[in-house]
């Protein structure tokens, strides 16, 4: 049965992740303004999905084992959990590995960071909880009951607090090109300005052709006091930002995210995000091998997860923790 089970999954998956790590370093383009630590995306992004996804099915089939008292479900929701945290640790250490290089320390304490090593220690203290119990239904159901608790914090600690928090490094735009970065409209009469966190932006002048927009915008460094004036562009054909300005000395990029009006009263909708935030999978070489990656991760998952519960259920059955 572990054969049948294990041989054509080992093949496929194998076949995904060689063509992923192949990829990588051959295929994909090194990221402008990253280099070559932008191709961390590829396996960092995928490897935290699935730890969302292995922690709720570990709630799935906690849910299940406390209905129906299942050997099968209890070793399921075991296994799901145990690759849950492995695949936090993997994302946590290649963001740490990214964090390094584009923020200039592996730990910043930002709030996803913070977030997933929380979700850690909530999970670790699954297995605290199982060790100290005497292998049976006891110890099965009470398990149960934790995992359904902890898988409460999930979605609050992976996706809610990090988008509510006025401080983060992962912004909204950290991985594709979307309009949702932390944006301020200005208008074209040179008269407003606004704030992006503590940069003060001001709207000088905007030129237009037939396909290209190019403002002219002031900003204001909070850290020196120091104004720069950048001209970032936009496609007004494919509606995209084309020219990305960096601000001088900082990890800021800016763009223009969204253009509306006329020509003759325009309001500029101007995007401040950290280096490296925007467009990572807008090339369509990373964006397919990201895709293969999230495949192969998933179907390494799946595999794993089904080979592990088997044998635990197996062990289970042969030390007799029925009772």
């Known amino acids: 049965m572990i054969r ?14 060689s063509f992923v790590a ?43 084992y406390l209905r129906r008292g299942r050997l099968s479900d209890d070793a399921n ?11 936090s640790l993997l994302s946590t250490v290649t963001g740490a590995i990214f964090a390094k290089v584009v923020w200039g320390t592996f730990w910043n304490w930002d709030p996803r960071e913070t ?24 110890q099965r159901r009470l398990s149960a009951i934790y995992a359904l608790l902890a898988s409460v914090s999930v979605p609050f600690l992976i996706f809610v607090i990090p988008r509510v928090t006025d401080s983060t490094l992962h912004p909204n735009c950290a ?23 503590d940069f003060r932006l001001k709207l000088l002048d905007v030129q237009e052709s037939d396909t290209l927009l190019t403002a002219t915008i002031e900003v204001r460094d909070p850290a020196s006091g120091t104004l720069t004036t950048l001209q970032p562009s936009f496609d007004l ?30 309001t500029i909708e101007v995007a401040l995000a950290n280096v490296g935030n925007i ?35 197996l062990q289970a059955h042969v030390q007799g923790w029925n009772a």
């Open 115 to 138: 977030a997933i090593a929380v979700l850690m220690l909530i999970y670790a203290a699954y297995f605290a909880l199982r060790t100290s119990l005497v292998p049976g239904v006891r």
């Open 237 to 266: 054909v494919s509606g995209q930002p084309k020219a990305i300005e960096r601000v001088p000395d900082t990890l800021r990029e800016v763009q223009i995210k969204r253009v509306s009006g006329t020509a003759s009263a325009r």
């Open 22 to 64: 192949a990829a990588m370093f051959l295929w994909v383009p090194a990221h402008e303004g990253l280099g070559n630590v932008g191709r961390i995306v590829i396996v960092h992004v995928p490897t935290g999905w699935l730890t969302c996804v292995a922690f709720l099915v570990s709630a799935l089939y906690s849910l299940l």
């Open 77 to 87: 929701a075991v296994a799901a959990t145990e690759l849950g945290l492995l695949f």
């Open 279 to 313: 467009g990572l999978l807008t090339d369509q070489r990373t964006l397919i091998t990201f895709l293969v990656s999230l495949l192969g991760f998933t179907a390494l998952f799946i595999w794993v997860w089904r080979l592990r519960a088997l044998l635990l259920g």
């Open 175 to 197: 991985i594709l090109n979307t309009p949702n970065c932390a944006g301020l409209a200005l208008t074209a009469d040179g008269r407003i300005q606004g704030q992006v966190d």
């Open 4 to 17: 049948q089970l294990a041989t054509p999954a080992k093949i496929s998956t194998g076949l995904l992740l």
